[in-house]
């Protein structure tokens, strides 16, 4: 190994350094490459450096000339940094042989005397290339035990130095020996088979000294520690864990070898590939049967606890409760218990007891575990009932629990193994006989502040809640006592505290707790989830009894403060939903308790249904919650006419429809059952037929449209225009068409028949044709190119009926009489025609959509040729226009045309006593120039006789806008006209005016 520090150092350089130090008088330091170099006098580079005579260059050498360096690797011995021990080592394959050899006179001396020799030499630890040749000389010497027990003070020593760390010289000798180093630790296991007690202590405490590795006392030069880690990595892989447990059953006559064996598998069972090994050889079951026995230490209970608690968090749960379900473990379990329930005193018994309840609580979720045969179910409802019931049984005879955290546990571990228990049905004659409704009920009452309890009142709190808990699961099993001990009644009262205004400081700790802090809505939900529980059963004689203690109106007025007072928390939504819940169990099927629902608990489903969509992806329950209001919706209010006309009334249907068309997947179903339900009622569909939903949709193209997203989903085959494409298998879906027909009972189902309760088309043809398919408003052409399988869904599903009947006798191989055959024949082939019926129909309507789609446009361009003629029409009497300003002949020509216009208008004959006014306005000779200038035109005599026409231009008003000159040239025209014909005729009557004047005057004077 080179030293950081060694350096190369070029003579001429240190030659100069001592030179100059010994020049100026001081101590001159010990120079690096002298206290580093050791070099041989027949070294070349040393006779030809200079720094071989001490001296500096000669003054006389070739300023070029570049003297020769010498070059020396450092190593941590040359340094003195390599303290510690040297190590030596020894022919391991001679001591190999020596031990092969025929035994002789002196050989066991020799043999003796040579592994001495090599125990003294690895006294500081084994290194990893030689471990396997040690490991066999063990192994060799073991052999020789049974013969020759002088062996065995040899093989304890190497045990003792394999208790040491391992050493390994390079990096990579980890990964260089490993399979060699797993192999031979495997073998390490086979020392316990021998039948020495020295010997199997002091293999477990080497297995134990893996897991607890200290540094060594002495370096060995030019090794390194390994780790601990390494050395569990070659047990692991060596299968060690696996050889001990299979040599379990050696160890049995002696505690202390199986207390130093548990030890071992204690730590051996914090891997999970050591657990995996222990269970492939049965160490649950083997561990658990020995529970029992005796041991004044308790060590071996409490190490087998724990070896089991590994086994259960890093193995297969499954197998270890196998191993476990046999009667011997849980006998030995069932006496441990008992021991330490009604002798333990200390923590530490209080804890273990409670270890071990726990154990066996996951063995009793084994329905085939003999719980009951070996007595352990009987023991631990005596234990968890006591308390509260008075017993006579001697075990339990003057035995209490204290409020201490221990005893609190094992109160909850008790009350959740019931709940394990009675998933057994033959429990149940044992929680009669331990009277465990009783005992539960007796939390479920008010809790009184100044009475003196045995439990703290946060402990109590969390009893109470689990007791209730527990209650929801053991109740329905045991109705006959439920309702001895007035259940119902207790369970109303307890709802009434629940819901009153009486101030409880709930702490809301324990699981059962959760979002009742502060309050008693963990209590509102455990006893309502417990109603819920009765209520479920369809027993007549509990609900009748809850009926007649006014259940219906206390829960619906517990609904009405859930929904008014109380903050829409996810614990009040679940309250919500279990209470419609009850309420659909109490009124099913009975008119009398829907009449007691009233209108008073439609308001509030009506209410309820007016929940805000956006609230459905907030996690809080709104989903349930609308579950469980349409639920109550369908057993309340359906059946009881007076009810369904208040619905109908209060736009109920409206609701109903604005939630259908939110189109979630998980709703449909249901509300369309209800919209089936509700079409029987003759009021409904006008409901149906007058709403309205977004765009002006009608409730007819709704339940069209949701018809072609199922069947999309389904796979059923249609064209781009939604056509039929298979008239034999019109409805047919893609997985109908990929199972296969199988031969089943006449019971069973066919695939067919199961298709009409899994998807929704069945309940749209049901609505659909109570609402009358000819009357339909607001459909398209597609719509009722859909409308026609609609209409036509039972015919094509009896068809497909039959095509599966026939299917399945061929695949029976039944060959049906001739007159059966031609009735399938017939009915096959009416299927099919009634398909091509439809498909023929759907192209009609769509040719017919087509066609009236190209009348359309044409009417579209029509309009659109009739606009481009009008501009044309305006650009030619533009045109004319531009053509009488600029031209005198073209306007010429119009004022004779016009006037010949005028003249054909005018009648050929007068009626007598007709007033005729002239049309023509003498003078008026008036148009507007290009640049916008109006200037008039008359016609002058000249002095040679010639006439001329003059223009007189004026400038054109200043209020005129330029882009409007081309457009009002016309309308100037025009309204001069008019202004001259206005002016004309006032005239003529300030004339006639006159003339009756004078006619008048000469009258009176005549």
Same mark, same amino acid.
């Given at each position: 190994?080179?030293?950081?520090?060694?350096?190369?150092?070029?003579?001429?350089?240190?030659?100069?350094?001592?030179?100059?130090?010994?020049?100026?008088?001081?101590?001159?330091?010990?120079?690096?490459?002298?206290?580093?170099?050791?070099?041989?006098?027949?070294?070349?580079?040393?006779?030809?450096?200079?720094?071989?005579?001490?001296?500096?260059?000669?003054?006389?050498?070739?300023?070029?000339?570049?003297?020769?360096?010498?070059?020396?690797?450092?190593?941590?011995?040359?340094?003195?940094?390599?303290?510690?021990?040297?190590?030596?080592?020894?022919?391991?394959?001679?001591?190999?042989?020596?031990?092969?050899?025929?035994?002789?006179?002196?050989?066991?001396?020799?043999?003796?005397?040579?592994?001495?020799?090599?125990?003294?030499?690895?006294?500081?630890?084994?290194?990893?290339?030689?471990?396997?040749?040690?490991?066999?000389?063990?192994?060799?010497?073991?052999?020789?035990?049974?013969?020759?027990?002088?062996?065995?003070?040899?093989?304890?020593?190497?045990?003792?130095?394999?208790?040491?760390?391992?050493?390994?010289?390079?990096?990579?000798?980890?990964?260089?020996?490993?399979?060699?180093?797993?192999?031979?630790?495997?073998?390490?296991?086979?020392?316990?088979?021998?039948?020495?007690?020295?010997?199997?202590?002091?293999?477990?405490?080497?297995?134990?000294?893996?897991?607890?590795?200290?540094?060594?006392?002495?370096?060995?030069?030019?090794?390194?520690?390994?780790?601990?880690?390494?050395?569990?990595?070659?047990?692991?892989?060596?299968?060690?864990?696996?050889?001990?447990?299979?040599?379990?059953?050696?160890?049995?006559?002696?505690?202390?070898?199986?207390?130093?064996?548990?030890?071992?598998?204690?730590?051996?069972?914090?891997?999970?590939?050591?657990?995996?090994?222990?269970?492939?050889?049965?160490?649950?079951?083997?561990?658990?049967?020995?529970?029992?026995?005796?041991?004044?230490?308790?060590?071996?209970?409490?190490?087998?606890?724990?070896?089991?608690?590994?086994?259960?968090?890093?193995?297969?749960?499954?197998?270890?409760?196998?191993?476990?379900?046999?009667?011997?473990?849980?006998?030995?379990?069932?006496?441990?218990?008992?021991?330490?329930?009604?002798?333990?005193?200390?923590?530490?018994?209080?804890?273990?007891?409670?270890?071990?309840?726990?154990?066996?609580?996951?063995?009793?979720?084994?329905?085939?575990?003999?719980?009951?045969?070996?007595?352990?179910?009987?023991?631990?409802?005596?234990?968890?009932?006591?308390?509260?019931?008075?017993?006579?049984?001697?075990?339990?005879?003057?035995?209490?629990?204290?409020?201490?955290?221990?005893?609190?546990?094992?109160?909850?571990?008790?009350?959740?193994?019931?709940?394990?228990?009675?998933?057994?049905?033959?429990?149940?004659?044992?929680?009669?006989?331990?009277?465990?409704?009783?005992?539960?009920?007796?939390?479920?009452?008010?809790?009184?502040?100044?009475?003196?309890?045995?439990?703290?009142?946060?402990?109590?709190?969390?009893?109470?809640?689990? @007791? $209730?808990?527990?209650?929801?699961?053991?109740?329905? =099993? &045991? +109705?006959?006592?439920?309702?001895?001990? /007035?259940? *119902?009644? %207790?369970?109303?009262?307890?709802?009434?505290?629940?819901?009153?205004?009486?101030?409880?400081?709930?702490?809301?700790?324990?699981?059962?707790?959760?979002?009742?802090?502060?309050?008693?809505?963990?209590?509102?939900?455990?006893?309502?989830?417990?109603?819920?529980?009765?209520?479920?059963?369809?027993?007549?004689?509990?609900?009748?009894?809850?009926?007649?203690?006014?259940?219906?109106?206390?829960?619906?007025?517990?609904?009405?403060?859930?929904?008014?007072?109380?903050?829409?928390? @996810? $614990?009040?939504?679940?309250?919500?939903?279990?209470? =419609? &819940? +009850?309420?659909?169990?109490?009124?099913? /099927?009975? *008119?009398? %308790?829907?009449?007691?629902?009233?209108?008073?608990?439609?308001?509030?489903?009506?209410?309820?249904?007016?929940?805000?969509?956006?609230?459905?992806?907030?996690?809080?329950?709104?989903?349930?919650?609308?579950?469980?209001?349409?639920?109550?919706?369908?057993?309340?209010?359906?059946?009881?006419?007076?009810?369904?006309?208040?619905?109908?009334?209060?736009?109920?249907?409206?609701?109903?429809?604005?939630?259908?068309?939110?189109?979630?997947?998980?709703?449909?179903?249901?509300?369309?059952? $209800?919209?089936?339900?509700?079409?029987?009622?003759?009021?409904?569909?006008?409901?149906?037929?007058?709403?309205?939903?977004?765009?002006?949709?009608?409730?007819?193209?709704?339940?069209?449209?949701?018809?072609?997203?199922?069947?999309?989903?389904?796979?059923?085959?249609?064209?781009?225009?939604?056509?039929?494409?298979?008239?034999?298998?019109?409805?047919?879906?893609?997985?109908?068409?990929?199972?296969?027909?199988?031969?089943?009972?006449?019971?069973?189902?066919?695939?067919?028949?199961?298709?009409?309760?899994?998807?929704?088309?069945?309940?749209?043809?049901?609505?659909?044709?109570?609402?009358?398919?000819?009357?339909?408003?607001?459909?398209?052409?597609?719509?009722?190119?859909?409308?026609?399988?609609?209409?036509?869904?039972?015919?094509?599903?009896?068809?497909?009926?039959?095509?599966?009947?026939?299917?399945?006798?061929?695949?029976?191989?039944?060959?049906?009489?001739?007159?059966?055959?031609?009735?399938?024949?017939?009915?096959?082939?009416?299927?099919?025609?009634?398909?091509?019926?439809?498909?023929?129909?759907?192209?009609?309507?769509?040719?017919?959509?087509?066609?009236?789609?190209?009348?359309?446009?044409?009417?579209?361009?029509?309009?659109?040729?009739?606009?481009?003629?009008?501009?044309?029409?305006?650009?030619?009497?533009?045109?004319?226009?531009?053509?009488?300003?600029?031209?005198?002949?073209?306007?010429?020509?119009?004022?004779?045309?016009?006037?010949?216009?005028?003249?054909?208008?005018?009648?050929?004959?007068?009626?007598?006593?007709?007033?005729?006014?002239?049309?023509?306005?003498?003078?008026?000779?008036?148009?507007?120039?290009?640049?916008?200038?109006?200037?008039?035109?008359?016609?002058?005599?000249?002095?040679?006789?010639?006439?001329?026409?003059?223009?007189?231009?004026?400038?054109?008003?200043?209020?005129?806008?330029?882009?409007?000159?081309?457009?009002?040239?016309?309308?100037?025209?025009?309204?001069?006209?008019?202004?001259?014909?206005?002016?004309?005729?006032?005239?003529?009557?300030?004339?006639?005016?006159?003339?009756?004047?004078?006619?008048?005057?000469?009258?009176?004077?005549?």
């Amino acid at each position: 190994m080179l030293h950081p520090h060694a350096q190369r150092l070029s003579a001429s350089a240190q030659g100069k350094k001592e030179w100059k130090s010994q020049g100026s008088g001081r101590k001159s330091r010990p120079r690096l490459a002298s206290s580093l170099a050791v070099t041989s006098p027949d070294d070349p580079l040393a006779a030809l450096s200079p720094e071989a005579a001490g001296g500096k260059p000669k003054s006389g050498s070739s300023p070029r000339h570049i003297p020769v360096v010498r070059l020396k690797v450092v190593t941590d011995m040359d340094l003195g940094l390599a303290q510690g021990v040297q190590f030596k080592t020894m022919d391991l394959n001679s001591i190999i042989g020596l031990l092969e050899k025929q035994p002789k006179d002196d050989l066991e001396e020799r043999q003796l005397q040579s592994i001495k020799m090599m125990v003294q030499c690895y006294q500081n630890g084994f290194p990893l290339r030689d471990l396997a040749q040690i490991f066999k000389i063990m192994s060799l010497c073991s052999e020789k035990i049974e013969k020759q027990p002088v062996f065995l003070e040899i093989v304890c020593e190497i045990l003792k130095l394999c208790r040491l760390p391992f050493l390994k010289k390079k990096t990579s000798d980890e990964i260089t020996y490993a399979k060699e180093i797993s192999e031979a630790v495997s073998h390490l296991g086979d020392l316990i088979k021998i039948p020495n007690s020295e010997l199997r202590i002091q293999l477990c405490k080497c297995i134990v000294d893996f897991y607890h590795a200290e540094p060594l006392k002495k370096q060995i030069a030019g090794y390194q520690q390994v780790s601990s880690t390494y050395k569990i990595q070659m047990i692991e892989s060596g299968g060690l864990a696996e050889i001990l447990v299979l040599s379990w059953d050696l160890l049995q006559a002696e505690l202390i070898e199986k207390l130093w064996l548990l030890k071992t598998l204690q730590h051996l069972s914090t891997s999970e590939i050591n657990c995996n090994l222990m269970i492939k050889a049965l160490a649950a079951n083997k561990i658990c049967s020995c529970l029992n026995n005796p041991d004044p230490s308790g060590q071996l209970l409490f190490r087998s606890s724990e070896i089991l608690w590994n086994l259960l968090e890093k193995s297969s749960k499954e197998e270890i409760i196998k191993q476990l379900s046999h009667l011997e473990c849980l006998l030995a379990l069932k006496e441990v218990f008992k021991n330490l329930f009604t002798k333990g005193y200390r923590h530490y018994d209080r804890q273990l007891r409670n270890d071990i309840l726990v154990i066996t609580t996951i063995i009793a979720q084994n329905p085939g575990a003999p719980m009951i045969e070996s007595g352990f179910t009987r023991v631990l409802i005596l234990f968890a009932t006591f308390n509260e019931v008075k017993s006579q049984d001697p075990l339990v005879k003057g035995l209490k629990l204290s409020n201490s955290y221990e005893d609190f546990e094992l109160k909850k571990l008790l009350f959740n193994i019931i709940v394990v228990l009675c998933r057994d049905l033959p429990t149940v004659q044992l929680l009669i006989e331990g009277k465990t409704v009783e005992a539960l009920f007796s939390y479920v009452k008010k809790t009184e502040r100044h009475k003196v309890i045995e439990w703290s009142a946060a402990q109590h709190e969390e009893l109470q809640l689990h @007791a $209730i808990a527990t209650l929801a699961s053991v109740a329905p =099993l &045991l +109705i006959d006592d439920y309702l001895a001990c /007035n259940g *119902n009644s %207790r369970i109303l009262m307890f709802l009434e505290w629940c819901v009153n205004e009486e101030t409880f400081f709930s702490q809301g700790n324990s699981f059962h707790g959760t979002g009742g802090r502060g309050n008693k809505f963990a209590q509102m939900r455990y006893t309502v989830r417990l109603l819920r529980a009765m209520v479920s059963l369809g027993n007549d004689v509990v609900n009748q009894d809850l009926c007649d203690h006014g259940a219906i109106n206390q829960l619906i007025g517990i609904l009405k403060t859930t929904v008014i007072k109380l903050k829409e928390e @996810a $614990i009040v939504l679940e309250i919500k939903s279990d209470i =419609l &819940l +009850i309420l659909s169990g109490v009124c099913e /099927n009975n *008119n009398q %308790r829907k009449e007691l629902f009233g209108n008073e608990g439609v308001d509030m489903i009506l209410h309820l249904m007016k929940i805000d969509p956006k609230k459905f992806q907030s996690g809080l329950g709104y989903k349930r919650l609308l579950f469980s209001t349409l639920d109550s919706l369908w057993c309340c209010i359906l059946g009881c006419y007076s009810l369904e006309d208040y619905f109908l009334e209060k736009d109920g249907i409206f609701l109903l429809l604005d939630l259908l068309a939110l189109n979630q997947k998980n709703f449909c179903n249901l509300i369309l059952g $209800i919209m089936v339900e509700f079409c029987d009622n003759p009021k409904t569909s006008v409901h149906v037929n007058t709403w309205r939903g977004k765009k002006d949709q009608t409730a007819a193209n709704l339940l069209i449209k949701l018809w072609r997203e199922e069947e999309k989903d389904l796979g059923v085959k249609r064209d781009k225009d939604g056509k039929i494409i298979d008239a034999k298998k019109p409805l047919i879906t893609t997985f109908q068409e990929e199972q296969k027909i199988i031969p089943a009972p006449p019971s069973c189902p066919t695939t067919s028949i199961m298709e009409v309760s899994e998807n929704i088309r069945a309940k749209i043809y049901a609505v659909l044709g109570k609402l009358d398919f000819e009357n339909l408003p607001g459909l398209s052409a597609e719509d009722f190119v859909t409308l026609c399988v609609i209409h036509r869904y039972l015919d094509f599903k009896t068809g497909e009926i039959w095509n599966e009947i026939n299917e399945e006798l061929k695949v029976e191989r039944f060959r049906p009489i001739s007159t059966d055959k031609e009735i399938l024949d017939s009915i096959t082939v009416a299927s099919e025609n009634i398909g091509k019926m439809v498909a023929t129909l759907q192209n009609e309507m769509v040719e017919s959509q087509r066609s009236q789609d190209i009348q359309s446009e044409q009417k579209a361009y029509t309009k659109l040729r009739a606009t481009h003629r009008q501009k044309d029409m305006a650009n030619k009497s533009w045109a004319k226009f531009l053509s009488r300003t600029s031209n005198a002949k073209a306007l010429k020509k119009a004022k004779k045309l016009q006037e010949k216009a005028i003249e054909s208008s005018r009648p050929k004959e007068y009626p007598q006593n007709a007033i005729i006014h002239p049309t023509d306005i003498k003078g008026l000779n008036i148009t507007e120039s290009s640049d916008g200038k109006v200037f008039s035109t008359k016609l002058e005599q000249k002095t040679d006789g010639r006439s001329t026409l003059k223009k007189a231009f004026k400038d054109p008003p200043p209020q005129q806008d330029i882009s409007m000159k081309h457009v009002n040239q016309e309308s100037l025209t025009r309204n001069v006209l008019t202004d001259t014909l206005e002016a004309q005729t006032k005239k003529l009557k300030k004339k006639t005016t006159k003339d009756n004047q004078i006619t008048t005057k000469n009258t009176k004077s005549t």
